[in-house]
């Protein structure tokens, strides 16, 4: 079966200082991968995504990069942390035209 | 366009009664619609899905239909239970959009003891 796994769980970061959140992806190969980001008690927000090793689209302008090194292996990156940058990230993943699954989540506080 | 509408954003029921929830989407050539529930801290964990040749399908005490031609669909949960308790969000795939999900804003859901 395919499992996706997340970390870290939680967080805690100064503004100004760089970030990595990585996600990888077992049982599946050559899935979509996804990275979004929830603000408290808003909706789903798609940040990338991805449809191969290094084939990274982006939907929204901002201060976070997103890496594709291996087949199952999603990483968000940013080099210098905002303070809008806080909130819970989600990495997930499908098969395209199939169903999506979401990660555990990160919950990011840039302080 | 590819907004995604859901109403309402918040619900509180008593526990056994019914909740619904309803969505409706601008991208006629959507065919999949997933529904997913998010508990507090959690990642969204997928609980029920239809696809645009159904109109109606269940599992257990939920529920989902869909209307084509008016280009909106619901969740239903019967004898809800206060682990129903949760944000259920809505969404449909953009086929033109490498099949990428449209969310709605998500409904919070109360069920009281």
């Known amino acids: 079966s395919q499992t996706i796994h997340q970390w870290p769980a939680t967080l805690v970061q100064p503004v100004g200082s760089p970030l990595s959140l990585e996600c990888t992806v077992e049982?599946?190969?050559?899935?979509?991968l996804y990275w979004y980001r929830q603000a408290a008690g808003r909706g789903l927000q798609l940040l990338f995504y991805?449809?191969?090793?290094?084939?990274i689209s982006s939907e929204v302008p901002q201060n976070l990069s997103a890496s594709r090194p291996q087949d199952r292996q999603f990483i968000l990156s940013s080099k210098k942390l905002l303070l809008s940058d806080s909130g819970f990230y989600l990495c997930?993943?499908?098969?395209?035209?199939?169903?999506?699954?979401f990660g555990s989540g990160t919950q990011l506080s840039v302080l | 366009g590819e907004n995604v509408e859901q109403h309402p954003s918040t619900l509180s029921v008593q526990e056994g009664d019914s909740a619904v929830i309803k969505c409706t989407y601008s991208?006629?050539?959507?065919?999949?619609f997933p529904w997913y529930k998010q508990e507090l801290g959690k990642g969204p964990q997928l609980i029920i899905d239809?696809?645009?040749?159904?109109g109606e399908k269940k599992d257990q005490r939920i529920a989902v239909t869909l209307n084509k031609t008016a280009k909106h669909f619901s969740l239903h949960i019967t004898e809800t239970q206060p682990e129903d308790s949760a944000v259920y969000f809505c969404?449909?795939?953009?086929?033109?959009?490498?099949?990428?999900?449209?969310f709605g804003a998500g409904t919070t859901v109360t069920v009281r003891a």
């Open positions: 991805s449809v191969g090793i290094g084939q």
């Open positions: 997930a993943w499908s098969q395209i035209n199939e169903k999506l699954f």
């Open positions: 049982g599946t190969s050559n899935p979509n």
């Open positions: 239809i696809r645009s040749n159904v």
């Open positions: 991208d006629s050539a959507s065919n999949y």
């Open positions: 969404a449909a795939h953009l086929p033109l959009r490498d099949y990428k999900l449209s």
